[in-house]
């Protein structure tokens, strides 16, 4: 299906939504006089009336073989009618696309909660979704049960899901039994039985499904390459006059670069609407200025976000089923989620917009009463504008938002992606972190003959029967049976959070043996997320949860498990903080953090007891859906990466600026040279450049590395192999595959005699070009490169040259020693780095003892190349390569004294600790201690740091106290 010109006709159809009609697609809606309409969608097949038609009808249509003459006067005669018809075609199209635009921003643009004659409507093939009047905002939880009630009553209707947060129903249903013209009646009919008509008008972010963005987006840019092709093809005697020009410019920069201005427009007219107002007016102004820098900056800027939002119409079409579907619970009541109280604190953008916009219009005024004539003071307000600053974050956005959107990132609110420069404070609810295995964090015994350590065992063997992953056998205490053992349903903890860890009692037959506190195990990605924040700059903020105890080191604050996540929010943005929420399905605090990211989880009845299939959690009040945490990794990076773009394209804005300003005090010549607005295109090209890149390295940063985050000291080596999988399984190779890996190596071989110095120099060029780049990344870089450039401009280039040389050879000079040095250093490490043996047989991965250590077939490897999973063998004098959980010990003892500061041998051996403090837990080997007697098998539970430095884990840290605001 594609976009061409919408052609109104009556219908007495009040609801007609997605029928097909022809070739094309019928979409109803009624205007705002109440009467109803009928657009009509026409198929790329149907020429007539579209844009693509009226360019195609530019080409001559001649009748007869054109070699003959008749022919060819015919041909002739047809190609000067179409000289003269095709541009009043194209206007009439242009005209009609323009008007189907207008149509477009004024239905759906900004949808609204509360209307009065507008309804969003979208019809796919998996299901319809109805927006729905005043949906949960009113405080009737009763009408949107009743509407589910009233829809899943209803022939054909499969199923419903409310949705009080988005305001929309989502149904599935049989077309050919109920059709969607039915389905917007019954919700008129629900919505005039509850009065849900009635309140004021609320304006919502556009649905992820409405065209209408996508029609805007490329309004916008298709105005900017008309504009751009007129400047080009436009004769001289055509042009604005200089002073107009100058004026006219002037006048469409203020409003669009003066924070006031532009916010009193958009309070009258609306975002988007003010927004293209904006830029079919700029494309205009400059189109007959022939500013053809200005136009192309800004088609760029207008292709970014067109593909944003076609990526982010895309993305809904994935996301839809997962999200809502027969296993789907509705969310009938709209949680409270009081506003902001204070306004969100402006960034480097809105700060800088404010200073410059003042200072030009302060110049322009200076300039009037100077007697400079209004053309030339007008132009100082384009000079002063800041259009770095907002291409490049715009640039930065819609490209971020592209690419995460590739990456299975559902985003609601682009808009969120605008504020993602000013946050300051992270703040993970821990529930987001949950993995989907269950996991004993406590266990206590209610007998004698039962001990805490035989009733979290047989608990935690239990929980892993109950997930579908196996059968392993319970070590129950001398003299019991297993088979009477059973855990007890869970008894959820009424904390008001929808807690996912909850105590469940052990017992054997009708006796009770034992009570056991019942978590999840975190995801794989939760230390790295947390490590992303900080190491991003961003403050880290986690509330309490019995199963992320670990990570508490890794936040500067930990939030009580009495204090709701919304209230922290309220709290933190009334000081001052941007707070970037993630969480699963905590509406309140998602709606109201400043930018909310749902965590997409799959819920399994192993874990949280759920009656059903299967089915997706996730909260549709965020600003943006991820898959798992990886997502929400790229989301915080993006965070640090547009603080620094924002800060970059300030630079450059003020660059542009005094460039500018100082081309129009040395007043060269007409036509000699550039023109004062010619240094600000050019900054707000670089800026946009910055921000293209800025966001394609945030989509391309590999992930954090994975780390188990599970006590392996609580569980017996047989659980610790069943969760830690062999790494790399070896697969004999068959007499083919040989002797292809020997040809390949042959021919390996034969290529690196004359590749390998080649590859070496094309990789000592990068490492130069890279500390080449940190050099000239230094603060100080631009503010020489403009004074660089005005000594050119006021015509001394060799004081120009002279700065140019001396930065670049500076910059050379401190990239070769940084690079010489940083060789060196990594020489060094890599003399002392720790080697590892891995076991090679098949005792890698069984628990049968060892008589002698000489027996075991070993690989050494270095250490930094042990992955979790790997079995190392561990003898006198070794240095432990990286964590690990024993399997096997002899005689074994380590001496621990580089973490506890204690002289004293530790006795290691192979049972489990559970709950044991962390100095007791004698089944563990820690990276960097050193085997003093004795020898064993340990399973690596995560990989060795970098570089061979050793790091503390974060339960080693002193765990911060609780607090609440």
Not at 44 to 73: K, Y
Not at 575 to 589: I, N, Q
Not at 877 to 895: T, Y
């Amino acid at each position: 299906m594609s976009i061409g010109f919408l052609r109104r006709q009556s219908c007495r159809d009040r609801g007609s939504v997605g029928r097909r009609h022809g070739c094309g697609m019928v979409a109803g809606r009624r205007d705002v006089r109440g009467r109803s309409r009928r657009w009509h969608i026409a198929d790329c097949s149907r020429r007539r009336g579209t844009l693509l038609s009226a360019a195609a009808r530019v080409a001559p249509e001649p009748v007869g073989s054109p070699w003959s003459p008749a022919g060819s006067a015919e041909l002739a005669t047809s190609a000067a009618i179409q000289v003269v018809v095709s541009p009043l075609r194209l206007a009439s199209a242009l005209l009609g696309t323009a008007q189907h635009l207008v149509a477009q921003v004024g239905q759906g643009t900004e949808a609204p909660r509360r209307t009065t004659g507008r309804r969003h409507v979208s019809a796919s093939p998996y299901a319809t979704m109805v927006q729905v009047r005043n949906l949960g905002e009113a405080g009737c939880p009763g009408a949107a049960e009743a509407l589910q009630k009233r829809l899943v009553a209803s022939p054909g209707v499969e199923w419903a899901v409310v949705d009080a947060n988005s305001g929309h129903v989502h149904v599935g249903h049989d077309r050919l039994r109920i059709g969607v013209t039915e389905l917007v009646r019954i919700v008129e009919a629900v919505e005039a039985e509850w009065q849900l008509g009635d309140g004021e008008h609320v304006k919502l972010p556009p649905h992820p499904s409405e065209g209408a963005p996508v029609a805007v987006a490329a309004a916008e840019l298709v105005a900017d390459v008309l504009a751009l092709s007129t400047a080009s093809l436009l004769p001289r005697r055509l042009q604005m006059s200089p002073a107009v020009a100058r004026i006219s410019a002037a006048g469409v920069r203020l409003v669009d670069n003066q924070p006031r201005v532009r916010a009193a427009v958009e309070r009258q007219i609306g975002l988007t609407r003010a927004d293209l107002l904006i830029t079919l007016a700029s494309a205009g102004v400059h189109g007959l200025q022939q500013a053809r820098s200005t136009l192309s900056v800004d088609a760029v800027q207008r292709l970014a976000l067109l593909g944003e939002a076609l990526q982010r119409r895309a993305s809904w079409r994935s996301w839809e089923p997962v999200l809502y579907g027969a296993g789907s619970e509705s969310l009938f009541e709209l949680p409270p989620a009081p506003p902001r109280p204070v306004p969100v604190p402006g960034g480097p953008v809105e700060n800088y917009a404010g200073q410059a916009a003042a200072a030009s219009l302060a110049a322009a005024a200076a300039g009037v009463l100077t007697g400079q004539g209004v053309a030339n003071s007008a132009e100082m307000v384009v000079v002063g504008a800041p259009r770095a600053t907002r291409t490049g974050r715009e640039v930065f956005s819609g490209t971020l938002g592209l690419l995460l959107g590739r990456q299975g990132v559902l985003s609601l609110d682009p808009s969120a992606w605008r504020l993602l420069d000013r946050v300051t404070v992270v703040l993970v609810d821990a529930r987001a972190l949950h993995g989907d295995r269950p996991l004993v964090l406590d266990a206590a015994s209610l007998r004698d003959d039962w001990s805490a350590a035989h009733v979290w065992s047989a608990a935690q063997r239990l929980l892993w029967e109950e997930s579908g992953r196996g059968q392993l056998p319970i070590p129950p205490p001398r003299g019991r049976s297993s088979g009477d053992l059973r855990l007890e349903p869970p008894q959820p903890e009424p904390d008001g959070r929808g807690s996912l860890h909850s105590w469940r009692t052990l017992t054997e037959g009708q006796v009770e043996v034992g009570r056991v506190l019942v978590g999840a195990e975190l995801d794989a990605l939760a230390d790295g997320l947390l490590a992303r924040a900080r190491a991003g700059g961003l403050r880290v903020v986690l509330s309490a949860d019995p199963s992320s105890a670990e990570l508490r080191a890794r936040a500067h604050e930990i939030v009580g498990p009495d204090t709701p996540i919304v209230q922290k929010v309220q709290h933190l943005q009334r000081h001052g903080e941007v707070v970037l929420v993630v969480s699963t399905d905590d509406h309140a605090a998602l709606r109201s953090a400043d930018v909310g990211v749902s965590v997409a989880r799959l819920v399994t009845p192993g874990v949280e007891r759920t009656s059903g299939t299967e089915r997706t959690r996730a909260s549709s009040g965020a600003d943006a859906v991820v898959h798992g945490l990886a997502g929400a990794v790229r989301i915080v990076d993006a965070a640090a990466a547009g603080r620094s773009v924002s800060s970059t394209a300030r630079t450059l804005a003020l660059s542009g600026s005094a460039l500018g300003a100082l081309l129009m005090v040395a007043e060269p010549r007409p036509g000699a040279g550039p023109g004062p607005a010619t240094p600000v295109s050019a900054a707000a090209a670089v800026a946009g450049a910055v921000g293209a890149r800025a966001a394609w390295r945030v989509a391309r940063r590999q992930e954090p590395p994975s780390l188990p985050l599970i006590p392996w000291h609580a569980l017996e080596p047989d659980e610790v192999l069943a969760r830690l999988a062999a790494p790399m399984a070896t697969v004999p190779k068959t007499t083919e595959q040989a002797a292809a890996g020997t040809v390949q190596a042959a021919l390996t071989d034969a290529l690196h005699g004359w590749a390998g110095p080649a590859a070496r120099g094309i990789d000592a060029v990068r490492d130069l070009l890279v500390q080449l780049g940190r050099e000239l990344s230094d603060p100080l870089t631009p503010v020489l490169s403009v004074g660089a450039a005005a000594s050119a401009i006021l015509g001394s280039p060799t004081d120009a040259a002279l700065v140019g040389g001396v930065m670049t050879v500076n910059a050379i000079v401190s990239a070769v020693q940084r690079l010489s040095a940083e060789r060196s250093l990594r020489g060094l490490v890599m003399s002392e780095r720790i080697a590892a043996r891995v076991v090679t047989d098949e005792r890698a991965r069984s628990l049968e003892p060892t008589d002698d250590p000489d027996m075991v077939q070993t690989t050494e490897v270095p250490a930094q190349s042990l992955r979790p999973g790997d079995v190392v063998l561990l003898r006198q004098g070794d240095v432990v390569p990286a964590d690990g959980r024993l399997l096997e010990a002899h005689n074994l003892e380590a001496d621990e004294s580089s973490l506890t500061g204690e002289s004293v041998t530790v006795d290691k051996q192979v049972a489990s600790t559970p709950g044991a403090p962390l100095g007791d837990r004698s089944s563990m080997v820690y990276e960097g201690t050193i085997v003093s007697a004795g020898w064993g098998r340990a399973g690596s539970s995560r990989s060795p740091c970098p570089m061979g430095v050793r790091t503390l884990p974060a339960w080693w840290a002193p765990t911060p106290r609780p607090t609440s605001p």
